[in-house]
């Protein structure tokens, strides 16, 4: 192996880093006493600070070129480095508006920094995955960590069936993929998603082998809805949301969307760009059927981890109309912009998922959960500022400008209107219509309604600021959001 | 720069105010607040006195490139229908804070900081020139206005708050997925501008049209989608009624002008018998409705209604007489509902009631406030001398020209007008002193007399000598009336 090959690996350096700090980390921890489990937070954010400038230093020394290394197995790209930098941003987050909760219900332990950083690291490797091989690793290793992480709490019979239920279906998913990638595979011959694409691309051409390609790509298609939590896979995502910890719910609502969504991107734009069409008409159908469903449930819930989460499945169906308006009839012209049209509104959505589960976190005490919609009456004459980081958070679910949430649904809906899909689009702002009057229930609560007993909330400095910088994120975004929209469409020119 | 002045004083204002803190600073965030809205209206004055008449086109543009992805800048100009508005918005902010100056005592720093805000960005609407630069705009002031509406209106004020806020989402999301469609005919261009010269089938003309029609109609608004209002006028703070009825009702009629009329010019022909036969069941059903209210805000609410529905008949005549007249009609209710608006709250606010029934001989306690409360409601009933009559006539008068029916359907505001208005100033104000509350009422206090002073000069001078107001549209709507006439299939 010549230097300069040696060299080129060196863009997989926040991988290894994560690695290596986390097992370090690990053993570390097993030495450490309770009273010191915090030290174990501060070297997690270390790390995930550390990966953040590796990364960008890759991005410095990568110029926004594409190489493929370790034999095919690993890309390093604009799109991955920038996924990874939101991840880190999230898993920061996380640990940050986490920690306070976690101490309070005797939930502290080493375990969850652990297994926190493992998936991380999980993500890290799907998100640069360029094979069928590096994608499933990555994604196993990240869902093994989150469902431990979902039965953080063990003494909670909720946790407990929710990391069950997790489990179960995760397991079946990842089947359900594995099946397509190995239709795929049989077909192309190889695991490489450039060389799938090759190949499928002169396969497509056959109507024999079309067939048994579109045979694989309906199995890859139902595993990643099932990642991704669309309708009609999402029955994990409620259980899930609802009977997790609320710190551990906001983790797996927010970084392993990205990784699922870089999931879907390898797999089907990178690896089955000539099966658009079909892969394109499966997609509608979720985007659809997740905004139908996922706004009108959540007008049923009145527990608030619930509501988010079917906020949750209909933000995904969302997110699908970018993805599924790239290629039309064979064109391309607007594939760029429809595609970083769906990595801007998962971006953003991950920052107002962080920050409404950090609301939750942040109305919750030592023997008391946020959960239900009753527990933020009058927070806006307990604390106004919080309530009014709360109502930037919902305006811009609902996507009202001037939040980043408007930008987001406005970039989504202008490329499905340019691939012709009218009546998707006008179906998706009807759904976003009634999925309004669920996030203005927040609002009202907040604002209209007198508090049932007025607790004022302490919390760390850290967790403030980080708070204030998330809500107003979204309104910075919201003014200003063409620095991120431009990051978007340069990782997706690059891809 | 001055409209960016306009646009953004006021906002940063209000966030100031927001930033003072808690009740403890009020009367800090009181007189900053007034600051803030009497230095938004100062910097607006130039955009008159400054006004090129003689020009149908945009003036004191700004244009800057904002999303550069989506080719979306920041642009803002006036023409001589937009700058009446901002006009008229920023002089209507500095009333509002008057008139909650000693009501309000709840969370006053959010209360003024709303209304700053949504002040700036109803500039915003007036001023933009680029379709989503208005869309953020036209979207944002819900955000304050469902505050204002929740936490300071009356007992069902949830209620009217949630549907004031669905029902025009509803319709200004149609309006984007329209907006994003012509986005994309005008080849990547969300230039207002660019969209007046934009061909399009008559079929397309259509379906884009009833896209924008929802956004508008509801914001007007026009029957059948008017239910909101009532609602939402009786709830509200007096604030909030006086800039729901002045300004934001004008938004809608203010979208037929800029994007409806000239973008689809050969759909609105095929529809007009439409709009003019909802304007003519809003002027004439709506003004029986109007007649037997009971409660005072209601019926200035459905008044609203009734006489929005002048300003889009004058609008789909298509004539000069008649959307002038429209225009002027929308100027003079932003006057006289706002004076009305403000008279049951000088009322309500000693009362706490807006029933009608429990008033009566009000003018042997308030003589002051009975005089002008007699004013605005001759405004309100379209006599001659005041704003009222103006527009109605100018509209009346196009709409002869169109046809007798049309006119003789809409002259009927002038008796129903009448009816509801002084018979409701007439069971308020006069007759014997109707109970204790009543004979301990005390007249106006120097804040709501200088209020309401203003407003009855203005009314009076655009009912006297219009001409100030009239001169400075004329060469737009004549640009606007050409491009109507100009097919674009």
């Not at chain 1, 059927?289 to 989460?309: P, V």
């Not at chain 2, 869309?135 to 002031?141: A, I, M």
């Not at chain 2, 230039?191 to 399009?200: C, G, M, N, R, Y």
Request: glycine share 8%; with cysteine; proline share 3%.
């Amino acid at each position: 192996m010549s230097s300069m090959e040696f060299l080129s690996h060196l863009r997989a350096l926040p991988e290894m880093w994560v690695l290596v700090a986390t097992c370090v980390l690990m053993i570390l921890d097993l030495y450490s006493r309770d009273e010191q489990r915090r030290v174990a937070f501060y070297g997690a954010q270390a790390i995930v600070g550390v990966a953040f400038f590796l990364t960008l230093y890759v991005v410095y020394e990568s110029e926004g070129t594409r190489q493929i290394i370790f034999n095919g197995m690993y890309v390093s790209d604009v799109l991955g480095h920038l996924l990874k930098l939101v991840c880190y941003v999230a898993t920061s987050a996380a640990l940050v508006y986490s920690r306070q909760y976690l101490a309070d219900r005797g939930l502290l332990r080493g375990e969850f920094v652990t297994l926190l950083l493992f998936s991380l690291l999980g993500m890290m490797v799907m998100i640069s995955a360029a094979s069928f091989l590096t994608l499933f690793v990555g994604l196993e290793l990240m869902s093994l960590c989150l469902y431990a992480l979902v039965a953080l709490n063990r003494d909670s019979a909720l946790s407990t069936e929710a990391a069950m239920k997790y489990f179960v279906l995760g397991a079946l998913s990842s089947g359900l993929l594995l099946y397509g990638m190995s239709m795929i595979y049989g077909a192309t011959g190889t695991l490489n998603l450039y060389e799938v694409a090759g190949h499928a691309g002169r396969l497509a051409a056959s109507a024999t082998d079309r067939t048994f390609l579109v045979f694989g790509l309906v199995f890859l298609v139902a595993g990643l809805a099932f990642k991704i939590g669309v309708v009609p896979f999402h029955m994990w995502i409620p259980d899930v949301y609802h009977g997790a910890p609320t710190a551990v719910t906001l983790i797996v609502g927010a970084a392993p969307k990205i990784a699922a969504f870089a999931m879907a991107m390898r797999l089907l734009v990178n690896g089955l760009p000539d099966l658009a069409r079909d892969w394109q008409q499966m997609l509608a159908l979720l985007a659809f059927l997740s905004m139908a469903l996922g706004n009108i449930t959540a007008i049923a819930q009145t527990n608030i981890k619930r509501m988010l989460a079917y906020s949750t499945i209909a933000h995904m169906g969302f997110m699908l109309l970018g993805m599924l308006s790239g290629v039309v009839d064979g064109n391309n012209n607007n594939a760029a912009a429809a595609y970083s049209s769906a990595v801007f509104y998962i971006i953003v959505y991950v920052l107002m998922s962080l920050g409404a589960f950090g609301m939750l976190l942040y109305c919750s005490r030592a023997g008391f959960e946020c959960e239900n919609l009753d527990d933020l009456k009058g927070l806006n004459r307990t604390n106004p500022w919080y309530a009014f980081l709360m109502l930037i958070l919902m305006f811009s679910l609902t996507g009202i400008p001037p939040t980043a949430g408007f930008y987001a649904k406005l970039a989504v809906l202008s490329a499905a209107v340019n691939a012709g899909q009218i009546w998707l689009a006008v179906s998706a702002v009807i759904f976003s219509l009634i999925g309004a009057f669920y996030y203005l229930r927040i609002v009202k609560l907040m604002y209209f309604d007198e508090a049932k007993e007025r607790v004022r909330a302490t919390r760390s400095t850290g967790f403030a600021i980080a708070l204030s910088a998330n809500g107003l994120a979204l309104l910075v975004l919201g003014i200003a959001p063409w620095p991120l929209m431009n990051m978007c469409f340069e990782a997706i020119k690059a891809l | 720069m001055l409209l960016s002045l306009a646009i953004w004083i006021p906002i940063l204002a209000g966030l100031a105010v927001f930033a003072l803190g808690g009740d403890e600073r009020a009367p800090a965030q009181r007189w900053f607040a007034l600051a803030g809205a009497v230095l938004g209206f100062l910097v607006t004055i130039p955009l008159y006195t400054g006004f090129d008449a003689s020009s149908a086109g945009f003036q004191f543009e700004e244009k800057k490139l904002w999303i550069e992805t989506f080719n979306i800048h920041y642009h803002l100009g006036v023409d001589g229908i937009s700058v009446l508005f901002v006009l008229l918005n920023s002089f209507i902010t500095i009333l509002i804070v008057l008139a909650g100056w000693s009501v309000i005592d709840n969370k006053v720093g959010q209360y003024y900081g709303a209304f700053l805000i949504m002040s700036g960005l109803l500039n915003g609407v007036f001023a933009a020139l680029d379709a989503v630069l208005f869309y953020v705009f036209f979207e944002g002031t819900l955000i304050p206005m469902f505050i204002i509406i929740g936490v300071w209106g009356g007992p069902n004020r949830v209620y009217a708050a949630v549907k004031f806020f669905l029902y025009t989402l509803l319709g200004s999301l149609l309006m984007l997925v329209a907006m994003l469609y012509l986005y994309n005919k005008a080849g990547g261009s969300f230039s207002i501008t660019d969209w007046h010269h934009v061909p399009l089938p008559l079929g397309v003309q259509i379906v884009l049209f009833f896209g924008f029609l929802f956004a508008f109609a509801v914001k007007v608004p026009m029957w059948p989608v008017h239910t909101w209002l009532p609602d939402a006028h009786t709830e509200a703070p007096t604030g909030g009624s006086v800039v729901l009825a002045a300004i934001l009702l004008k938004l809608g009629a203010y979208g037929f002008v800029r994007f409806t009329l000239p973008i689809l010019p050969d759909a609105s022909k095929e529809l007009a018998w439409l709009m003019i036969a909802l304007s003519l069941v809003a002027i004439a059903y709506i003004g029986l409705v109007t007649l037997v209210q009971t409660d005072m805000k209601r019926l200035i609410a459905y008044s609203s209604v009734s006489h929005m529905g002048f300003v889009t008949l004058g609008f789909f005549i298509f004539n000069a007489y008649g959307v002038e007249g429209g225009l002027i009609q929308m100027i003079s209710h932003g006057f006289v509902s706002a004076a009305m608006f403000l008279c049951v709250g000088v009322l309500y606010d000693r009362m706490h009631t807006r029933m009608i029934g429990d008033y009566g001989g009000v003018v042997n306690t308030m003589p002051k406030f009975a005089s002008f409360a007699m004013l605005f409601a001759m405004a309100n009933a379209g006599l001659p001398a005041t704003s009222g009559f103006v527009g109605e006539f100018l509209v009346i008068m196009g709409a002869m020209q169109t046809s007798f029916w049309i006119a003789f359907v809409a002259a009927t505001t002038l008796v129903f007008g009448a009816a509801y208005t002084l018979w409701m100033y007439k069971r308020v104000i006069f007759g014997a002193v109707a109970n204790d509350h009543v004979a301990k009422l005390k007249d106006l206090n120097a804040r709501e007399f200088a209020v309401l002073a203003a407003l009855a000069a203005a009314v009076l001078l655009m009912g006297i000598y219009p001409l100030p107001f009239t001169e400075v549209m004329h060469a737009s709507v004549n640009e606007l009336l050409r491009h109507i006439g100009s097919p674009k299939i």
